[in-house]
Nanobody, 119 residues
Framework: QVQLAESGGGSVQAGGSLLLSCAAS????????MGWFRQTPGKEREFVAA????TVYANSVKGRFTISRDNGGHSYLQMSSLKPEDTAIYYC????????????????WGQGTQVTVSS
């Protein structure tokens, strides 16, 4: 089992930055991709970014968000040039993978952290 816990959410004005962190525990994640997703009320959860042997980004955040990870089981999402439409609950996720970094069907999820961007 993998346990994930997000932190770093909050409120920021448009154009600002936030750093989200995800702490993983329970097992070694060397063969796991780590991803970030977000969800707003009434909408499906959507892919934001993922990292495995490489990184993948949703078009809506490419050039503004940066995903990274360390060897201690942490994943990070640096969000810059934030827009009101980035407002959502952000979830950290993990999935075992072999080749391509997955953008869906993740196995483990955190509880989420709220990000609010005001105009």
């Amino acid at each position: 089992q993998v346990q994930l816990a997000e932190s770093g959410g909050g409120s920021v004005q448009a154009g600002g930055s936030l750093l989200l962190s995800c702490a993983a525990s329970g097992r070694t994640l060397s063969n796991y991709a780590m991803g970030w997703f977000r969800q707003t009320p009434g909408k499906e959860r959507e892919f934001v970014a993922a990292i495995g042997g490489s990184t993948v980004y949703a078009n809506s955040v490419k050039g503004r968000f940066t995903i990274s990870r360390d060897n201690g089981g942490h994943s990070y999402l640096q969000m810059s040039s934030l827009k009101p439409e980035d407002t959502a609950i952000y979830y950290c996720a993990a999935k075992r993978f072999l080749w391509d970094v997955p953008t869906r069907d993740y196995d483990y999820w955190g509880q989420g952290t709220q990000v609010t961007v005001s105009s």
